[in-house]
Protein backbone atom coordinates (compact mmCIF):
# COMPACT_ATOMS: atom_id res chain seq x y z
CA UNK A 1 0.00 0.00 0.00
CA UNK A 2 1.35 3.81 -0.71
CA UNK A 3 2.08 5.63 1.78
CA UNK A 4 -0.28 8.46 2.65
CA UNK A 5 1.21 12.27 1.83
CA UNK A 6 -0.69 13.47 5.01
CA UNK A 7 0.75 13.89 8.34
CA UNK A 8 -0.44 12.44 11.62
CA UNK A 9 -1.44 16.66 12.72
CA UNK A 10 -4.29 17.94 10.39
CA UNK A 11 -4.23 20.90 9.05
CA UNK A 12 -6.02 23.07 11.78
CA UNK A 13 -2.92 21.26 14.22
CA UNK A 14 -4.84 18.49 15.41
CA UNK A 15 -3.72 14.90 16.09
CA UNK A 16 -5.34 12.14 14.17
CA UNK A 17 -6.62 9.12 16.35
CA UNK A 18 -3.76 6.31 16.08
CA UNK A 19 -6.89 4.37 14.08
CA UNK A 20 -6.98 6.71 11.50
CA UNK A 21 -7.79 5.52 8.08
CA UNK A 22 -4.82 7.57 5.57
CA UNK A 23 -6.03 5.56 2.55
CA UNK A 24 -9.60 6.52 2.88
CA UNK A 25 -8.51 10.34 3.81
CA UNK A 26 -6.11 10.25 0.64
CA UNK A 27 -9.21 9.35 -1.50
CA UNK A 28 -11.57 11.77 0.35
CA UNK A 29 -8.73 14.81 0.00
CA UNK A 30 -7.80 13.79 -3.76
CA UNK A 31 -11.34 15.06 -4.34
CA UNK A 32 -12.08 17.50 -1.90
CA UNK A 33 -9.10 19.77 -2.59
CA UNK A 34 -10.48 19.79 -6.51
CA UNK A 35 -13.70 20.74 -4.96
CA UNK A 36 -12.37 23.80 -2.56
CA UNK A 37 -10.63 25.24 -5.71
CA UNK A 38 -13.70 24.94 -7.96
CA UNK A 39 -15.83 26.56 -4.68
CA UNK A 40 -13.08 29.28 -4.48
CA UNK A 41 -13.57 30.46 -7.99
CA UNK A 42 -17.16 30.62 -7.94
CA UNK A 43 -17.03 32.81 -4.73
CA UNK A 44 -14.46 34.99 -6.90
CA UNK A 45 -16.56 35.35 -9.96
CA UNK A 46 -19.52 36.07 -8.22
CA UNK A 47 -18.53 37.87 -5.34
CA UNK A 48 -20.54 40.91 -5.38
CA UNK A 49 -24.25 39.15 -6.83
CA UNK A 50 -23.59 36.23 -4.03
CA UNK A 51 -24.86 38.74 -1.28
CA UNK A 52 -27.76 40.28 -3.15
CA UNK A 53 -29.47 36.93 -4.00
CA UNK A 54 -30.56 34.98 -0.38
CA UNK A 55 -31.31 31.93 -2.33
CA UNK A 56 -27.57 32.25 -3.74
CA UNK A 57 -25.91 32.68 -0.91
CA UNK A 58 -27.32 30.12 0.88
CA UNK A 59 -26.59 27.30 -1.86
CA UNK A 60 -22.93 29.09 -1.68
CA UNK A 61 -22.86 28.36 1.95
CA UNK A 62 -24.19 25.11 2.00
CA UNK A 63 -21.36 24.08 -0.56
CA UNK A 64 -18.79 25.55 1.70
CA UNK A 65 -17.05 29.20 2.59
CA UNK A 66 -13.30 29.65 0.83
CA UNK A 67 -11.59 28.86 3.84
CA UNK A 68 -9.59 32.99 3.53
CA UNK A 69 -13.18 34.03 3.31
CA UNK A 70 -14.16 32.37 6.62
CA UNK A 71 -13.60 34.88 8.60
CA UNK A 72 -15.41 38.28 6.74
CA UNK A 73 -18.68 35.84 5.59
CA UNK A 74 -19.04 34.53 9.19
CA UNK A 75 -19.02 38.27 10.56
CA UNK A 76 -21.18 39.47 7.63
CA UNK A 77 -24.00 36.47 7.22
CA UNK A 78 -24.23 35.93 11.41
CA UNK A 79 -25.04 39.59 12.24
CA UNK A 80 -21.55 40.26 14.30
CA UNK A 81 -20.63 43.24 11.74
CA UNK A 82 -23.51 44.61 12.84
CA UNK A 83 -23.05 43.89 16.57
CA UNK A 84 -20.11 45.24 16.51
CA UNK A 85 -20.85 48.50 14.64
CA UNK A 86 -23.49 49.25 16.73
CA UNK A 87 -21.79 48.47 19.84
CA UNK A 88 -21.26 51.16 22.29
CA UNK A 89 -17.67 49.83 23.19
CA UNK A 90 -15.12 48.47 21.46
CA UNK A 91 -13.66 45.22 22.09
CA UNK A 92 -10.72 46.85 23.25
CA UNK A 93 -12.31 49.45 25.65
CA UNK A 94 -14.48 46.04 27.00
CA UNK A 95 -11.09 44.21 27.22
CA UNK A 96 -9.50 46.61 29.43
CA UNK A 97 -13.02 46.24 32.38
CA UNK A 98 -11.33 42.46 32.94
CA UNK A 99 -10.96 42.66 36.97
CA UNK A 100 -13.01 39.35 38.34
CA UNK A 101 -9.99 37.21 40.22
CA UNK A 102 -12.96 34.32 40.40
CA UNK A 103 -13.65 34.20 36.78
CA UNK A 104 -10.01 35.12 35.62
CA UNK A 105 -9.19 31.90 37.49
CA UNK A 106 -11.18 29.54 35.97
CA UNK A 107 -10.52 30.63 32.97
CA UNK A 108 -7.16 29.98 33.44
CA UNK A 109 -7.34 26.98 34.38
CA UNK A 110 -9.44 25.77 31.56
CA UNK A 111 -6.61 27.32 28.92
CA UNK A 112 -4.44 24.61 29.67
CA UNK A 113 -7.06 21.64 29.27
CA UNK A 114 -8.47 23.61 25.70
CA UNK A 115 -6.89 21.59 22.59
CA UNK A 116 -4.00 20.01 24.66
CA UNK A 117 -2.84 17.98 22.11
CA UNK A 118 -2.98 20.92 19.32
CA UNK A 119 0.01 21.93 18.23
CA UNK A 120 -0.79 26.04 17.32
CA UNK A 121 -2.08 26.24 21.33
CA UNK A 122 0.86 24.06 22.35
CA UNK A 123 3.78 25.95 20.34
CA UNK A 124 2.15 29.25 20.04
CA UNK A 125 1.66 31.57 23.65
CA UNK A 126 -0.12 34.19 21.47
CA UNK A 127 -3.07 32.14 21.19
CA UNK A 128 -3.46 31.01 24.57
CA UNK A 129 -3.59 34.77 25.48
CA UNK A 130 -5.65 35.15 22.55
CA UNK A 131 -7.79 32.65 23.88
CA UNK A 132 -8.18 34.26 27.52
CA UNK A 133 -8.96 37.64 26.02
CA UNK A 134 -11.95 36.54 24.28
CA UNK A 135 -13.47 34.98 27.16
CA UNK A 136 -12.27 36.45 30.06
CA UNK A 137 -13.79 40.18 27.69
CA UNK A 138 -17.15 38.41 27.24
CA UNK A 139 -17.58 36.66 30.52
CA UNK A 140 -17.10 40.62 31.95
CA UNK A 141 -19.67 42.22 29.43
CA UNK A 142 -22.02 39.15 29.70
CA UNK A 143 -22.62 39.17 33.38
CA UNK A 144 -25.69 36.85 32.92
CA UNK A 145 -23.39 33.95 31.57
CA UNK A 146 -20.25 34.79 32.72
CA UNK A 147 -17.81 32.26 32.20
CA UNK A 148 -19.48 28.84 30.71
CA UNK A 149 -16.88 25.65 30.19
CA UNK A 150 -18.20 24.59 26.75
CA UNK A 151 -17.23 28.19 25.14
CA UNK A 152 -13.67 27.73 25.17
CA UNK A 153 -13.80 25.34 22.84
CA UNK A 154 -15.89 27.35 20.39
CA UNK A 155 -13.90 30.48 20.82
CA UNK A 156 -10.80 28.06 20.55
CA UNK A 157 -12.42 26.91 17.31
CA UNK A 158 -13.03 30.56 16.26
CA UNK A 159 -9.50 31.74 16.93
CA UNK A 160 -8.29 28.54 15.00
CA UNK A 161 -10.61 29.73 11.53
CA UNK A 162 -10.34 33.41 11.80
CA UNK A 163 -6.87 34.54 13.77
CA UNK A 164 -8.21 37.43 15.10
CA UNK A 165 -9.04 37.88 18.69
CA UNK A 166 -11.55 40.58 18.57
CA UNK A 167 -13.19 38.58 15.01
CA UNK A 168 -13.75 35.80 17.64
CA UNK A 169 -15.03 37.81 20.17
CA UNK A 170 -17.63 39.36 18.05
CA UNK A 171 -18.81 35.74 16.79
CA UNK A 172 -18.83 34.43 20.45
CA UNK A 173 -20.63 37.01 21.37
CA UNK A 174 -23.45 36.43 18.38
CA UNK A 175 -23.22 32.94 19.04
CA UNK A 176 -24.50 33.14 22.77
CA UNK A 177 -26.18 36.15 22.68
CA UNK A 178 -28.33 35.42 19.55
CA UNK A 179 -27.98 32.25 17.87
CA UNK A 180 -28.45 29.51 21.19
CA UNK A 181 -29.94 32.23 23.71
CA UNK A 182 -30.27 30.60 27.25
CA UNK A 183 -28.36 27.85 26.74
CA UNK A 184 -25.08 28.91 28.73
CA UNK A 185 -26.90 30.83 31.66
CA UNK A 186 -27.07 29.03 34.99
CA UNK A 187 -30.30 27.09 34.42
CA UNK A 188 -29.81 26.38 30.81
CA UNK A 189 -32.91 26.41 30.46
CA UNK A 190 -32.58 26.97 26.33
CA UNK A 191 -30.30 23.59 25.82
CA UNK A 192 -32.78 22.26 28.12
CA UNK A 193 -35.70 22.71 26.04
CA UNK A 194 -33.49 22.19 22.91
CA UNK A 195 -32.89 18.35 24.16
CA UNK A 196 -36.45 17.71 24.34
CA UNK A 197 -37.18 19.20 21.00
CA UNK A 198 -34.37 16.73 19.77
CA UNK A 199 -35.73 14.07 21.39
CA UNK A 200 -39.13 14.72 19.83
CA UNK A 201 -37.81 15.17 16.57
CA UNK A 202 -35.78 11.62 16.53
CA UNK A 203 -38.84 10.27 17.48
CA UNK A 204 -40.53 11.91 14.57
CA UNK A 205 -37.62 11.13 12.28
CA UNK A 206 -36.39 7.64 13.56
CA UNK A 207 -38.97 5.92 15.82
CA UNK A 208 -37.34 2.73 16.63
CA UNK A 209 -34.23 4.23 17.49
CA UNK A 210 -35.81 6.70 19.91
CA UNK A 211 -37.21 3.83 21.99
CA UNK A 212 -34.49 1.76 21.52
CA UNK A 213 -32.55 4.49 23.68
CA UNK A 214 -35.28 5.33 25.89
CA UNK A 215 -35.26 1.80 26.31
CA UNK A 216 -31.52 1.63 28.21
CA UNK A 217 -31.13 1.93 31.79
CA UNK A 218 -29.58 4.82 33.50
CA UNK A 219 -27.68 3.92 36.55
CA UNK A 220 -28.66 6.51 39.37
CA UNK A 221 -26.30 9.61 39.21
CA UNK A 222 -26.38 10.46 42.94
CA UNK A 223 -25.23 13.60 42.59
CA UNK A 224 -25.39 16.89 44.93
CA UNK A 225 -25.62 19.90 43.05
CA UNK A 226 -23.45 21.10 46.15
CA UNK A 227 -20.79 19.16 44.34
CA UNK A 228 -20.92 20.14 40.83
CA UNK A 229 -18.23 21.04 39.35
CA UNK A 230 -18.13 21.50 35.81
CA UNK A 231 -20.61 22.06 33.28
CA UNK A 232 -21.36 18.52 32.06
CA UNK A 233 -22.20 17.69 35.86
CA UNK A 234 -24.04 20.53 36.13
CA UNK A 235 -26.15 19.78 32.96
CA UNK A 236 -26.93 16.07 34.01
CA UNK A 237 -28.30 17.87 37.34
CA UNK A 238 -30.65 19.87 35.90
CA UNK A 239 -31.58 17.03 33.41
CA UNK A 240 -32.47 15.03 36.28
CA UNK A 241 -34.46 17.83 37.41
CA UNK A 242 -36.74 18.49 34.82
CA UNK A 243 -36.48 14.39 33.85
CA UNK A 244 -35.37 14.76 30.61
CA UNK A 245 -34.31 11.57 29.05
CA UNK A 246 -30.93 10.64 30.25
CA UNK A 247 -29.38 8.60 27.24
CA UNK A 248 -30.22 11.29 24.84
CA UNK A 249 -29.08 13.66 27.03
CA UNK A 250 -25.82 12.19 27.99
CA UNK A 251 -25.05 11.20 24.21
CA UNK A 252 -25.89 14.63 22.59
CA UNK A 253 -25.39 17.25 25.01
CA UNK A 254 -21.86 18.27 23.95
CA UNK A 255 -23.56 18.58 20.02
CA UNK A 256 -25.67 21.80 21.78
CA UNK A 257 -22.99 23.41 23.80
CA UNK A 258 -19.78 22.93 21.99
CA UNK A 259 -21.45 23.12 18.60
CA UNK A 260 -20.21 19.79 17.63
CA UNK A 261 -16.28 21.19 18.60
CA UNK A 262 -14.85 18.13 19.60
CA UNK A 263 -17.42 15.71 18.37
CA UNK A 264 -16.76 16.12 14.85
CA UNK A 265 -13.56 16.72 12.88
CA UNK A 266 -12.64 20.03 12.62
CA UNK A 267 -13.31 20.67 9.00
CA UNK A 268 -16.67 19.26 9.24
CA UNK A 269 -17.48 21.54 12.25
CA UNK A 270 -16.65 24.51 10.11
CA UNK A 271 -18.59 23.84 7.12
CA UNK A 272 -21.65 23.11 10.02
CA UNK A 273 -20.81 26.64 11.12
CA UNK A 274 -21.02 28.26 7.54
CA UNK A 275 -24.55 27.15 8.21
CA UNK A 276 -24.95 27.98 11.56
CA UNK A 277 -23.87 31.46 10.92
CA UNK A 278 -26.33 32.02 8.31
CA UNK A 279 -29.31 29.89 8.65
CA UNK A 280 -29.60 29.45 12.71
CA UNK A 281 -29.61 27.23 15.06
CA UNK A 282 -31.86 24.78 13.35
CA UNK A 283 -28.38 23.14 11.61
CA UNK A 284 -27.61 22.18 14.93
CA UNK A 285 -30.88 19.55 14.57
CA UNK A 286 -30.15 19.19 10.83
CA UNK A 287 -26.88 17.96 12.01
CA UNK A 288 -28.23 15.54 15.34
CA UNK A 289 -30.58 14.19 12.93
CA UNK A 290 -28.44 12.97 10.08
CA UNK A 291 -25.43 11.60 12.58
CA UNK A 292 -28.45 9.62 14.10
CA UNK A 293 -29.66 8.78 10.79
CA UNK A 294 -26.24 7.54 9.68
CA UNK A 295 -25.63 5.85 12.92
CA UNK A 296 -28.62 3.91 13.40
CA UNK A 297 -27.89 0.34 13.14
CA UNK A 298 -24.59 1.30 15.39
CA UNK A 299 -26.81 2.98 18.37
CA UNK A 300 -29.94 -0.39 17.57
CA UNK A 301 -26.83 -2.78 18.56
CA UNK A 302 -26.14 -0.62 22.02
CA UNK A 303 -27.80 -2.80 24.98
CA UNK A 304 -26.23 -0.72 27.91
CA UNK A 305 -25.16 2.91 28.74
CA UNK A 306 -21.37 2.77 28.34
CA UNK A 307 -22.17 1.00 24.80
CA UNK A 308 -24.12 3.46 23.86
CA UNK A 309 -21.87 6.75 24.91
CA UNK A 310 -18.99 4.77 23.02
CA UNK A 311 -21.14 4.95 19.94
CA UNK A 312 -21.61 8.79 20.12
CA UNK A 313 -17.96 8.73 20.87
CA UNK A 314 -16.72 7.15 18.19
CA UNK A 315 -18.78 8.82 15.49
CA UNK A 316 -15.80 11.44 14.54
CA UNK A 317 -14.46 8.46 13.07
CA UNK A 318 -16.91 7.36 10.79
CA UNK A 319 -15.99 7.98 7.37
CA UNK A 320 -19.22 9.59 6.18
CA UNK A 321 -18.31 11.97 9.01
CA UNK A 322 -15.34 12.93 7.81
CA UNK A 323 -16.12 13.46 4.45
CA UNK A 324 -17.47 16.68 5.14
CA UNK A 325 -18.38 17.81 1.82
CA UNK A 326 -20.74 14.83 1.51
CA UNK A 327 -21.48 15.02 5.01
CA UNK A 328 -23.31 18.32 4.58
CA UNK A 329 -25.14 16.72 1.54
CA UNK A 330 -26.65 14.47 4.12
CA UNK A 331 -27.33 17.02 6.26
CA UNK A 332 -30.24 18.27 4.37
CA UNK A 333 -31.20 15.08 2.53
CA UNK A 334 -31.85 13.32 6.01
CA UNK A 335 -33.57 15.72 7.94
CA UNK A 336 -36.13 16.82 5.36
CA UNK A 337 -37.81 19.82 5.20
CA UNK A 338 -37.17 21.61 8.90
CA UNK A 339 -38.02 24.69 9.23
CA UNK A 340 -37.30 27.47 11.65
CA UNK A 341 -41.25 27.80 12.44
CA UNK A 342 -41.90 23.83 13.07
CA UNK A 343 -38.34 24.23 15.39
CA UNK A 344 -40.24 27.34 17.27
CA UNK A 345 -43.07 25.42 17.81
CA UNK A 346 -41.90 22.56 19.38
CA UNK A 347 -39.59 25.04 21.87
CA UNK A 348 -42.98 26.73 22.58
CA UNK A 349 -44.17 23.15 23.49
CA UNK A 350 -41.27 22.18 25.19
CA UNK A 351 -40.16 25.97 26.69
CA UNK A 352 -39.13 25.59 30.65
Not at 42 to 49: I, K
Amino acid sequence: MAKSSYSKVDEYGFERPENFNYESYDAFMSEYMGILTRRAQRWNALERGIFKSPSILKRFIRKGIPIDRRRDVWMRISGADNMKQNSPYTYAYMKKQIHNKSIIETIKIDLPRTFPDNIFFISNETLPDMLFGVLATFAHQNKEVGYCQGLNYIAGLLLLATKDEETSFWLLKTIVDQILPQYYISTMTGLLTDLDVLDDLIYKYEPVVSRHIKAIEVPSLGVSKDLLTDTLETISYWLILFDIGMPWAMGTTKWFICIFAEVLPTETVYRIWDCLFYEGSKVIFRVAIALIRLHKQDILKARELGELMMCFKVMRNNEAVIDCHQFMKDVFKLSGNLSKNSIQKLREKYKK
